[in-house]
């Protein structure tokens, strides 16, 4: 029988851009164009998500709005028919909201609103891997007021409490062919909150060097959600007793993250930086899912993901045309936190490289900013025993959809800042 896998895949279905796993690095164009080596540098209130310290730097008021349109192009090419597979194709846009405030000389306080999880993948309804995903879609949304202090000239510090909130919606097909009938459906959405903090230090030890680094919390979110079933025309009656809607919940551990970075100002008008982030996704080992309601005879279903920490590395590079405009460029590499064995097309995730450019324009108060990042991930193979449910003990290789995934992604930034 099949044993209900909702919320493992709901919770773990996004689209990785521009961060491993499912992380969301685009938080602002300035920073998207220096491929996010902005640690120990920034001139914009983006700064809240990257290093709260750089906001001592600002003065007045600054308030910023951005966005980021991600485009994702997907495809699978099956290992058993050799037969390719496009996921949908779909347009995301993660936006940003940051206000930054000067009291004193030594103390600014800032609010940020942004979205540092999420994204979806989407196949086709009667693609190969049906039964294990066909819409997986997670949102995230982080309320993070902040304080930053200049202890010294030479010494910032800052901080403040993450408030997240995350709705996550799943979808895939019930294998019923073996019992001479059509497939169903199974749909999993549920809603959740955690509280986590974050922290960040800036150290000046010479006017051309800037050392930063960063700290955000783990955050675990607990997730209440209900699963609903759509069964195919003449199933039989008993069918509806085991498979009925029911709610459950499942706990979610958002890993924690530390950024590094070290920037270089002597070569005015070039900035450069680079920088390091260490992402704890080993927090990720396995979840475990309760239901009201038995499901195909269980109430509880416990997914192993032995996920592992992983690195990326980056290199960021701002030239001043003149007053008001300014180049920007960067390259990343990113790892991937998922291991072989539990690869699955609800996140094909694979290390990465990321190319950037942009621009930065400043016309009296205003600001903007617009960058383009261009994604390659690293071709990765399917090639492991995770079916459409890894529970239940039974392989069946015609649905496991193993094969060569691949995936670009394109990013275009947008950023308008007002300073008062």
């Not at 164009?29 to 290093?51: C, K, M, R, W, Y």
């Not at 903007?368 to 995770?386: H, I």
Request: proline share 6%; with cysteine.
């Amino acid at each position: 029988m099949l044993l209900i896998v909702l919320a493992s895949f709901a919770l773990i279905g996004a689209s990785p851009a521009f961060g491993s796993g499912f992380a969301i690095y685009t938080q602002g164009a300035a920073s998207l164009g220096q491929a996010a080596a902005t640690i120990a540098h920034g001139e914009d209130p983006s700064v809240i998500f990257f290093n709260p310290a750089l906001m001592s730097k600002f003065e007045g008021t600054q308030v910023e709005v951005g966005t980021t349109l991600l485009i994702p192009l997907r495809d699978f090419k099956s290992g058993l028919t050799g037969n390719s597979t496009s996921a949908e194709k779909d347009v995301f846009f993660p936006s940003t909201f940051f206000v930054t405030h000067r009291f004193t000389d030594k103390i600014s306080l800032g609010l940020g609103v942004f979205n540092p999880f999420g994204l979806a993948t989407e196949w086709a309804d009667n693609w190969e891997g049906r039964y294990i995903a066909t819409k997986s879609e997670l949102t995230t949304y982080d309320i993070n007021p902040v304080i930053s202090w200049q202890v010294t000239p030479w010494l910032a510090i800052g901080g403040g409490p993450d408030f997240l909130i995350l709705d996550t919606t799943l979808e895939k097909k019930l294998y019923f062919a073996p019992l001479g009938l059509a497939d169903g459906g199974q749909r999993f959405k549920g809603d959740g909150h955690g509280v986590g903090w974050s922290f960040g230090a800036l150290f000046e030890p010479h006017p051309d060097v800037s050392i930063g680094a960063s700290y955000r919390s783990m955050v675990r979110v607990n997730v209440d959600g209900k699963a609903e079933f759509t069964l195919p025309n003449g199933a039989p009656a008993y069918f509806s007793l085991l498979f009925p809607d029911t709610d459950g919940d499942a706990q979610l551990n958002l890993p924690q993250r530390v950024h590094f970075g070290v920037c270089y100002k002597g070569f005015y008008p070039l900035t450069l930086e680079v920088a390091a982030r260490w992402e704890g996704w080993s927090s990720f080992e396995q979840l475990i899912i309760r239901l009201d309601k038995p499901v195909a005879g269980s109430m509880v279903s416990v997914n192993n993901r032995n996920w592992h920490d992983v690195w990326t590395g980056s290199i960021g590079a701002k030239y001043q045309l003149n007053d008001r405009f300014a180049l920007v460029a960067g390259y990343l590499y990113q790892g991937n936190p998922v291991p072989d064995s539990t690869f699955d097309p609800s996140i094909p995730d694979a290390d990465a490289h990321l190319i950037t450019i942009g621009t930065d324009f400043r016309y009296g108060a205003l600001r903007a900013g617009l960058s383009y990042g261009f994604q390659k991930m690293v071709s990765r193979t399917k090639n492991n025993t995770v079916d459409d449910n890894p529970n239940d003990g039974f392989f069946n290789p015609l649905t496991a959809a193993n094969g060569e995934y691949n995936t670009d992604i394109h990013l275009i930034g947008l950023t308008l800042s007002y300073m008062f």
